[in-house]
């Protein structure tokens, strides 16, 4: 049973990755991040993993509190990154659960 509830999983996201909407959605989303980690990198001096780690766990709104800009344009470009970003990663997240169900739908 699990098996066959992780299988058509794993067959609805690779089909919501086929569309042409979730690809762009999910290029913006990492080209977002790719931007802010080397912001984060060059402006706050962190390193490349905690450079990406923050940029990932800031977009998704998760914010565990343990990294945090110390620059006023750390600060600033946070503030943007995240009005920017949480639109887009939801609408990415979104169109990934919208393609699921969509594949759920076609095999009952």
């Known amino acids: 049973?699990?098996?066959?509830?992780?299988?058509?999983?794993?067959?609805?996201?690779?089909?919501?990755?086929?569309?042409?909407?979730?690809?762009g959605l999910v290029a913006l989303t990492l080209g977002l991040i790719f931007v802010a980690s080397g912001f984060?990198?060059?402006?706050?001096?962190?390193?490349?993993?905690?450079?990406?780690?923050?940029?990932?766990?800031t977009i998704a709104t998760v914010g565990y509190g343990d990294l945090a800009p110390q620059t006023a344009a750390g600060k600033i470009f946070t503030i943007l990154y995240v009005f920017c970003g949480l639109g887009i990663f939801v609408a990415a997240a979104s169109a990934i659960a919208e393609g699921i169900m969509q594949d759920r739908r076609k095999d009952p």
Request: aromatic share 24%; hydrophobic share 50%.
């Open 40 to 57: 984060y990198w060059y402006f706050e001096g962190w390193s490349v993993l905690d450079s990406v780690y923050f940029s990932v766990i």
């Open 1 to 23: 049973m699990l098996r066959k509830v992780l299988g058509r999983l794993f067959r609805g996201i690779f089909a919501a990755f086929g569309e042409e909407r979730v690809q």
